[in-house]
């Protein structure tokens, strides 16, 4: 049987802290290659090897491949897209090139399998906004959102065009308790849940009827490493999966936390610039091909998920 050798490119972000994790327990914690940018915090560093490595210098990922010859590789580097309006041009440069480069190396040293995330972002106004099909208008009206519709055109031709085995899925809103989230328009519906246990109350930069596509991070977890698990004649879809878990507005995420903490109070702040770029999402998926290609089903539905943020963040 092959040796599995993964770098995991970002590893101390919100997704990456968790991917480590999880892949270190299935393939042993010598052949995941912890990388990022930043010192990681204590459990990535004590579980497994770490490298300090920058997606947009070709010269040391050069030498990272040469060292590891992975199997597989995430690159899950990125600037998402709040912080991306700050700074766009930062965000085209680290999403676009990022993953040109990953994809170039991945050529080159002959890599089984490459994965890199996409989002809800890449839809826009113009999209069906319910049940968002895999195939529709994608106008994406954010540099995140342009960047990785365009990263997803180059997955699929680099599969197209050099065979390359290149998975990646449409991540909705994530929400986690273990690591920060990264600057993103979703990231309401995690602060939320830090400001009820701190103090009874959140101001939302999201307005009442704002719904948007989320998912617990355990569902995200698992589906990822079931799409990097399948079969690849199974894949249909090279460029990336609508991915969905469940969907909710501010109003109803706080009438669930009601159910734990019956006096949170939720309020407003107005004219916050993630409003923009949310009323341009969908507001619920169709992910029929993740569940048809690879049997894609979530578990975390809100009342569990809000269950489970709450005990774990009590902790
Ligand atoms: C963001 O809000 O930017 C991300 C995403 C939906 O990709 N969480």
Same mark, same amino acid.
């Given at each position: 049987?092959?040796?599995e $050798?993964?770098?995991v ?7 990456g !802290? &968790? +991917? ?6 299935t393939y042993?914690e010598?052949?995941?290659i912890?990388c ?17 490595v920058?997606?947009?210098?070709k010269? %040391? ?5 040469? $060292?590891?010859?992975?199997t597989?590789v ?16 930062l965000a ?8 040109l480069?990953?994809l &170039? ?5 002959? %890599?089984? *399998?490459?994965?890199?995330p996409?989002s =809800?972002?890449?839809?826009g ?6 049940? !968002? ?9 954010t540099?995140y959102g342009?960047? *990785?519709?365009?990263?997803e055109?180059?997955? &699929?031709?680099?599969?197209q065009?050099y065979?390359?085995?290149? @998975?990646?899925?449409r ?15 979703t ?8 400001d009820?246990?701190?103090k ?5 930069f999201?307005?009442?009827a %704002? &719904?948007?596509?989320m ?6 977890? @698992? ?16 460029s990336s ?5 469940v969907?909710? %507005?501010?109003? =109803?995420?706080?009438?669930? =936390? @009601?159910k734990h903490i019956?006096?949170?109070?939720? !309020?407003?702040t107005?004219?916050d610039?993630r409003?923009? =770029?949310?009323?341009?999402?969908? @507001? ?6 993740a ?5 894609? *089903?979530p ?7 809000? !269950?489970?943020?709450l005990k774990? +963040?009590?902790k």
């Open positions: 049987m092959m040796i $050798k993964i770098l490119l970002g590893s101390n972000g919100q997704i !802290t &968790e +991917l480590v994790t999880a892949l270190r327990k042993s010598d052949n995941v912890a990022d940018i930043r010192r990681p915090d204590y459990d990535i560093k004590n579980s497994g090897p770490f490298e300090f920058n997606v947009l210098e010269e %040391t990922l050069n030498t990272i491949f040469q $060292k590891y010859k992975p597989q995430y690159l899950l580097a990125a600037l998402l897209s709040a912080t991306g309006e700050q700074n766009p041009k085209w440069d680290l999403n676009m090139n990022g993953l480069n990953i &170039e190396l991945a050529i080159t040293y002959k %890599t089984a *399998k490459v994965y890199w996409s =809800i972002a890449v839809f106004p113009n999209s069906p906004k319910d049940q !968002t099909p895999q195939f529709c208008v994608m106008d994406p009206n540099v342009i960047s *990785k519709l365009a990263g055109r180059w997955c &699929e031709y680099y599969h065009k065979g390359l085995d290149v @998975r990646s899925i991540y909705p809103g994530l929400i986690s308790w273990k690591a920060a989230p990264g600057g993103g328009t990231d309401y519906a995690i602060h939320i849940f830090h009820a246990l701190k009874g109350s959140y101001a939302s999201l307005n009442a %704002t &719904e948007l596509p998912m617990y991070m355990d569902d995200a977890i @698992r589906g990822t490493i079931e799409l990097m698990d399948a079969e690849a004649g199974k894949i249909s879809i090279r999966y609508n991915f969905a878990g969907s909710f %507005t501010p109003e =109803i995420l706080a009438a669930e =936390i @009601r019956p006096d949170f109070k939720l !309020t407003y107005a004219n610039p409003q923009h =770029i949310a009323d341009g999402w969908p @507001r619920s998926i169709d992910d029929s091909y569940a048809s290609d690879w049997n894609w *089903k578990e975390f539905d809100l009342a569990k998920l809000t !269950t489970d943020m774990n +963040l009590k």
